[in-house]
């Protein structure tokens, strides 16, 4: 096969249909086994930072309960997956509890049917359940399937990072404020470095 067209192959694979109800669940530790290889796999083949395995351990042990699995009703195969933590964020005056995006992905064969919106759904309403102050992320400035779903989520975008990832794109931070009375945060998040995380 002549590189253009694997190319094109690649970047669009044949759609499948959503296999009927998909399964959403929490990760939870147990599930280490069977799904890390998998989500590592998911994760790695599209997003520009290459990320150890301890970096996926550092998320899915501390807060397991704000990271979600969409799994293939039959065979329980993984489908899509988010990845979150939420920590207090005491530069600010007063702190603010923060809830942080850091890893999106749904297998391009189901994108486009609302596996990923589904996904972050779940994702904020655990960390607001948590009290969550702010959702904050960053995404590449040119990662328009991302930047459309946040954006309709009700994400604004409160910075753009020159040059942030390994690859020299930029991104912007989005931050999605569940308190919107509370002025300063916002003043605040204008002020924040941009140091990946
Ligand atoms: C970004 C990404 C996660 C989006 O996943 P997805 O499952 O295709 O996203 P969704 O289906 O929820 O939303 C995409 C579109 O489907 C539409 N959609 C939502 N629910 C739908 C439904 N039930 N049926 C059909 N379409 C639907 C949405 O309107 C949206 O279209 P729009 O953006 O043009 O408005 C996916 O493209 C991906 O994995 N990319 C590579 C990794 C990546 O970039 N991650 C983000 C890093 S920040």
Redesign the pocket.
């Known amino acids: 096969m002549a590189a253009s067209e694997l190319a094109k192959d690649i970047e669009s694979p044949p759609k499948a249909k959503l296999p009927g109800e998909l399964k959403y669940i929490q990760y939870q530790h147990s599930l280490e086994a069977q799904y890390l290889p998998a989500i590592r796999a998911l994760?790695s083949?599209?997003?520009s930072e290459p990320y150890s395995i301890y970096v996926y351990r550092y998320f899915l042990c501390q807060w397991g309960h704000l990271c979600y699995l969409a799994l293939h009703p039959t065979d329980s195969s993984l489908i899509?997956v988010v990845i979150c933590k939420l920590e207090m964020h005491a530069s600010h005056s007063p702190p603010t509890l923060r809830g942080y995006?850091a890893?999106?992905?749904?297998?391009?064969a189901?994108?486009?049917?609302?596996?990923?919106?589904?996904l972050?759904k779940m994702a904020i309403d655990a960390m607001s359940e948590r009290n969550a102050d702010e959702i904050v992320?960053?995404?590449?400035e040119t990662?328009i399937?991302?930047m459309?779903?946040?954006e309709?989520l009700g994400f604004l975008r409160s910075k753009k990072l020159h040059r942030y990832y390994l690859n020299g794109n930029s991104a912007y931070r989005l931050v999605l404020l569940l308190r919107p009375a509370d002025t300063d945060i916002a003043a605040n998040l204008a002020l924040d470095d941009a140091t990946p995380p």
Request: hydrophobic share 45%; charged share 20%; net charge positive.
């Open positions: 994760i083949k599209d997003l899509g995006i890893m999106l992905a749904v297998s391009a189901y994108r486009g049917q609302g596996v990923a919106t589904a972050v992320l960053e995404t590449e990662n399937p991302a459309r779903l946040y309709r």
